[in-house]
């Protein structure tokens, strides 16, 4: 079974960056697409970016788009979440999802806070 391991995360001041990585626990073959979700203490798991291995394109949504930028290392299937310009509400925890063969794979996770 595969198990995404996300690292990176830490204790930022607003205006910082942070770089979170994705890499799977075991080797990985073909076309897979991997997505990140925050989930803020009593909020809901909310999606903030994906890209598929074949088209190296990301998307994202409103709330992140033009600071966060997600690329991806083919040759050693990890895939990274920059983030620039981050603001308080971005603390979370960012989650790692894998999807591989029709099959959904979650990482435990990594905390971001960002606070002065």
């Known amino acids: 079974q595969v198990q995404p391991v996300e690292s990176g995360g830490g204790l930022v001041q607003p205006g910082g960056s942070l770089r979170l990585s994705c890499a799977p626990s075991?080797?990985?073959?073909?076309?897979?697409?991997t997505r990140w979700y925050r989930q803020a203490p009593e909020g809901q798991r909310e999606w903030v970016g994906s890209i598929s291995s074949d088209e190296g394109s990301a998307i994202y949504p409103d709330s992140v788009k033009g600071r966060f930028t997600i690329s991806i290392d083919n040759t050693n299937k990890l895939v990274y979440l920059q983030m620039n310009s981050l603001k308080p509400e971005d603390t979370a925890v960012y989650y790692c999802?894998?999807?591989?063969?029709?099959?959904?794979?979650w990482g435990q996770g990594t905390q971001v806070t960002v606070s002065s």
């Open positions: 999802n894998l999807a591989i063969g029709g099959y959904d794979y």
């Open positions: 075991t080797a990985i073959f073909g076309r897979y697409v």
